[in-house]
């Protein structure tokens, strides 16, 4: 007998893998391996959710009307062209499968995030990898991949794992670039966190033709990422095409509860980005300090890189912070054998891995 075979490429993806949150053994872990908030949900969020304990058997509100009311109050936006998903990835494997097909291609930085070419060869497409300069995503680099048979450019500005980002002038220079029919998706997870003067989540590109989507999530500041809440900003043909190609009842009640709650939290909201913006530069320097290299992130977490040889690689690292109860991210998967991703945590988080890699990298002098 045959067996059912999947579609071409399927067997092609290498399943993402999130990072850990227990270590065998050790009943105190750290994790600051997925770049989760710090501080947790708002308390208001907290109790938003609780409050839909007793209506759980009432379908959820399919089109996320009083959440995207919200988010288009606040941006100034067009709230029907607002599209929410079960985190941003939902909506990004959509337009994959909406924009994409065999025989197309899908356009992303070499260090992008995962997902990108997950969501390309799940659809079929071949997943394009354009080089990177220092870690940063290059708009020339990106331009040159362009091949008659591209549909879709993924950005995600700034991006993970590298903490790097392209200034709104670069990003406009990349859209002016592409050609009309390839769709740029600029993937915004981070924007929250981001205080730099030349940056800007792409909102305005969006508004400006009908080729360019925006990405959020309700994952990183807000801290809701184990509710799985993202909203995009589309044109309004690309929102129409999600709108039917996204499951009817997509997000849950408490997600949507839940959302709607931290995103009017906003002093709540501005106490997690004071924390983040104080200790990712405490980490940084720390960091630099010890004689490790890292990128000049400007998101919840730091990109670290290790000398190679003699038992102070990467890999040993992340073996002896993991011994001390320590849990960070490698990048193995992402190319960046050298590299370790750690989560701006809690003071005392932050505090501990810094005295963990000291401690780690004094050992054997």
Partial sequence: MTAPCPRPGIMEIKPYVGGESAIEGVSRVMKLSSNE?????????????????????????GGA??????????????????????????LLGLLCRAYAGPGDEVLYSKHGFLMYPIAARTCGATPVAAPETDLTASVDHLLAAVSE??????????????????????????RAGLPDNVLLVVDAAYAEFVSRNDYSSGLELVEAGA???????FSKIYALGGLRLGWAYCPPAIADVLNRVRNPFNVG???LAAGLAAFEDSAYMELCKGHNDYWLAWLLKEV??????????????????????????????DADLRARGVIVRAMGG??????????????EDNQAVVAALAAFLAEGR
């Fill in 211 to 217: 080729n360019t989507v925006v990405t959020r999530t």
């Fill in 288 to 317: 630099r300090a010890l004689g490790l290299e890292a990128t000049e992130s400007v998101c919840n977490f730091v990109l670290v890189r290790f000398p190679g040889g003699a038992g102070k690689d990467a890999a040993a690292a």
């Fill in 334 to 347: 992402y190319g960046l054998g050298d590299w370790l991703r750690v989560t701006v945590g809690t003071g």
């Fill in 65 to 90: 009307t009083r959440l995207r009311a919200a988010i288009a109050a606040r941006y100034g936006l067009d709230a029907a062209r607002i599209v929410c998903g079960a985190g941003s990835d939902e």
């Fill in 149 to 174: 048979r591209t549909r879709i450019c993924f950005l995600a500005n700034p991006n993970n794992p590298t903490g790097t980002y392209l200034p709104a002038e670069d990003v406009r220079r990349l």
């Fill in 37 to 61: 908030g710090a501080l947790g949900p708002s308390p208001k969020a907290i109790a938003a959710y609780r409050e839909t304990a007793a209506e759980m058997h009432r379908y959820p509100d």
């Fill in 253 to 255: 009640s408490p997600a």
